[in-house]
C-alpha cells in the first residue's frame, strides 16, 4: 500500500514563499505521474501543476511563471515551489500520485496567504 505524506504548508503573507513536499511510502513499480491539487472553500478541487515520469509538465495558467513543480524519483517525492503567493492561492494542498496502475492522493497541507 503506497501512502503520501505531505508538509510545508502553513500561513504566509502576500508575496511570500513556501515550498511543498510529498513523499511516497510504500511499494512502488510504477510511477507515471505526480501532481499537486487544490480545493478552495465553497470550490471544485483543480489541478495546480503535475509532472510525468519523462518530465513533462502541465501547470495552471494562473500560477505560471510563480509555481515550479519538480521531483526526485530516487526518493519518490515530488515538490511544489510557491512563489510570490497571492490571496487566491489560499486553499488546501493535495498531492497526487499515479502509481502501480492506481490513483493515491496525501491527506491536504493548508496554505493561508494573508497580511
Known amino acids: 500500500q503506497v501512502q503520501l505524506v505531505e508538509s510545508g504548508g502553513g500561513l504566509v503573507q502576500p508575496g511570500g514563499s513556501l515550498k511543498l513536499s510529498c513523499a511516497a511510502s510504500?511499494?512502488?513499480?510504477?510511477?507515471?505521474?505526480m501532481g499537486w491539487y487544490r480545493q478552495a472553500p465553497g470550490k471544485q478541487r483543480e489541478l495546480v501543476a503535475d509532472i510525468t515520469s519523462f518530465g513533462k509538465i502541465d501547470c495552471l495558467d494562473s500560477v505560471k511563471g510563480r509555481f515550479t513543480i519538480s521531483k526526485d524519483n530516487a526518493k519518490n517525492t515530488v515538490y511544489l515551489q510557491m512563489n510570490s503567493l497571492k490571496p487566491e492561492d489560499t486553499a488546501v494542498y493535495y498531492c497526487n500520485f499515479q502509481a502501480n496502475f492506481r490513483t493515491y492522493w496525501g491527506q491536504g497541507t493548508q496554505v493561508t496567504v494573508s497580511s
Open positions: 510504500g511499494s512502488i513499480f510504477r510511477l507515471d505521474r
